[in-house]
Nanobody, 119 residues
Framework: QVQLVESGGGLVQPGGSLRLSCVASGFIFSNYAMRWYRQAPGKERELVAAITTAGVTANYADSVKGRFTISRDNAKNTVYLQMNSLKPEDTAVYYC????????????WGQGTQVTVSS
């Protein structure tokens, strides 16, 4: 059974930090590029960060560049999103996404974790 399970969300004050985790199971994690998306109320889902299969290359949305860091541990089937200097506009549900790069398969989504930045 394929699963992507996010954790680490919560309520944090502006300027604070959170670390999101997404644990994958049921597929060959190292065959997949990994992405974090977010969706705020009334807005479209947007790509926040992406990382290649071996974790060599990462890309970020302009709105989070310099504040967020995506990383992965293929031995633990886990991708992370370290979020620093959080702003109220970072408030959203954050989703983990697995994108097939090698082999035969399909893309997968996690259920999301809520991040709220508020004083």
């Amino acid at each position: 059974q394929v699963q992507l399970v996010e954790s680490g969300g919560g309520l944090v004050q502006p300027g604070g930090s959170l670390r999101l985790s997404c644990v994958a199971s049921g597929f060959i994690f190292s065959n997949y590029a990994m992405r974090w998306y977010r969706q705020a109320p009334g807005k479209e889902r947007e790509l926040v960060a992406a990382i290649t299969t071996a974790g060599v290359t990462a890309n970020y949305a302009d709105s989070v560049k310099g504040r967020f860091t995506i990383s992965r541990d293929n031995a633990k089937n886990t991708v992370y999103l370290q979020m620093n200097s959080l702003k109220p506009e970072d408030t959203a549900v954050y989703y983990c996404n697995a994108v097939i790069v090698r082999g035969i398969g399909r893309d997968y989504w996690g259920q999301g974790t809520q991040v709220t930045v508020s004083s």
